[in-house]
T-cell receptor, first 110, second 113 residues
């Protein structure tokens, strides 16, 4: 059974203070690893898809990386508007579902 | 391109009633997946439809069912509602290939009293 563990559960940063979020996963035959951002009361917003170990993707202040066992979401010089819950999910094997972690609640103080 | 839309956005029901939620995918997407999100369990997969056929089902009781129409729009139904069914119900669409990115709608917030 696919499993995803995210850490930390919550992270509080000062504006400009860079950090990383972790996503550890167990999956049989990784098809894709996905990062989403979710604001309160809204649906998850797609950020990145990673397919193979060593792959990296960037978007503004965010950079996602992937190894065979985990993924990191690096946040460089965050701003208060980056405050949200960040969700990691995997798709594996021959099914079409996403298995999600519980998320990391990021708060960036001005 | 318009995103995934879900209706209604909010619902209040009482125990024992049934409810139907609707999802319209992104134009051209043929796969629709449904998820339940609660504070305790997080996001959990309900089922996935592609070309009107259910391809995957999660570990939910038979009270939860769904269907997909020829235009790829999907509905999910929950019968005999229980208090524990209170949640944010999210649908996501994709082109339908393995490992493809799923794009989520805004969700339907269901409160069961």
């Amino acid at each position: 059974e696919d499993q995803v563990t995210q850490s930390p559960e919550a992270l509080r940063l000062q504006e400009g203070e860079s950090s990383s979020l972790n996503c550890s996963y167990t999956v049989s035959g990784l098809r894709g690893l996905f990062w989403y951002r979710q604001d309160p009361g809204k649906g998850p917003e797609f950020l990145f898809t990673l397919y193979s170990a060593g792959e990296e993707k960037e978007k503004e202040r965010l950079k996602a990386t992937l190894t065979k066992k985990e993924s990191f979401l690096h946040i460089t010089a965050p701003k208060p508007e980056d405050s949200a819950t960040y969700l990691c999910a995997v798709s594996g094997g021959s099914n079409y579902k996403l298995t999600f972690g519980k998320g990391t609640l990021l708060t960036v103080n001005p | 391109k318009a995103g995934v839309t879900q209706t209604p956005r909010y619902l209040i029901k009482t125990r024992g009633q049934q409810v139907t939620l609707s999802c319209s995918p992104i134009s051209g997407h043929r796969s629709v997946s449904w998820y339940q999100q609660t504070p305790g369990q997080g996001l959990q997969f309900l089922f996935e439809y592609f070309s009107e056929t259910q391809r995957n089902k999660g570990n939910f009781p038979g009270r939860f069912s769904g269907r997909q129409f020829s235009n790829s729009r999907s509905e999910m139904n929950v019968s005999t509602l229980e208090l524990g069914d209170s949640a944010l119900y999210l649908c996501a669409s994709s082109l339908g290939k393995e490992g493809e990115t799923q794009y989520f709608g805004p969700g339907t917030r269901l409160l069961v009293l």
